[in-house]
């Protein structure tokens, strides 16, 4: 299906506006009305895509965890789990796309809820590709991917926070080692 120019032009201006506005406002605070202005864009634009802010941040939350799980089980999981490294790497070279809004995100009490939906939206798509790949139980499958993803996450928090003072090989060395041990008893 074939998108229009205009409304990829449209949905990369609210994602830019929310961006902005998200580090110097609450969630509740963003008005339709600021983020149209701020995306230089009409609110009745606005209203042709989305019914409101919260419809339009469930759709950007799609879309993020559509791009992880891209990243993740969008070649062989088998391949992918052989090689964290190159899983780690692509995640970093993400993230690294939008530092600022991502590490905002995932260490903001205020935008907590737009990390666990994606979070919650990656757990449910990599469980799907984990029991067909491993061909596994569904609840194993859940399990794993939860543990995977909720791991990675934390760590980065950690990381994000300054809370553990590691170089990015260190960091990365041991998010392997404690996914790739986790993950074993599930997966052989």
């Known amino acids: 299906m074939k998108i229009d120019k205009r409304v990829q032009r449209t949905n990369q201006a609210l994602k830019k506006s929310f961006r902005d ?3 110097i406002h609450k969630y509740r605070d963003i008005t339709v009305k600021e983020l149209t202005d701020n995306a230089k864009i009409n ?3 606005f209203y042709l ?3 409101s802010i919260d419809d339009f941040v469930n759709t950007f939350a799609g879309e993020l965890a559509d791009q992880l799980l891209e990243i993740i089980a969008g070649k062989s999981l088998h391949d992918t789990l052989t090689h964290p490294a190159d899983l780690f790497d692509g995640i970093v070279d993400y993230f690294e796309q939008s530092r ?3 590490s905002f995100v995932l260490t903001s ?3 907590s809820f737009l990390s666990r939906k994606v979070e919650r939206l990656v757990c449910d798509g990599f469980a799907s590709a984990l029991k067909e790949s491993f061909n596994i139980t ?3 499958a859940y399990i794993s991917a939860s543990f995977m993803i909720r791991n990675t996450l ?3 928090r950690l990381y994000e926070k300054g809370q553990v003072q590691l170089t990015k090989e260190e960091f990365k060395d041991r998010l392997i080692r404690l996914n790739q ?3 074993k008893t599930f997966l052989n």
């Open 21 to 23: 506005l998200s580090k």
């Open 43 to 45: 609110r009745k634009t």
């Open 49 to 51: 895509h989305y019914d």
């Open 100 to 102: 600022d809004f991502y």
């Open 109 to 111: 009490d205020d935008y």
């Open 138 to 140: 569904q609840i194993d």
């Open 154 to 156: 934390m760590l980065f």
């Open 181 to 183: 041990s986790g993950l």
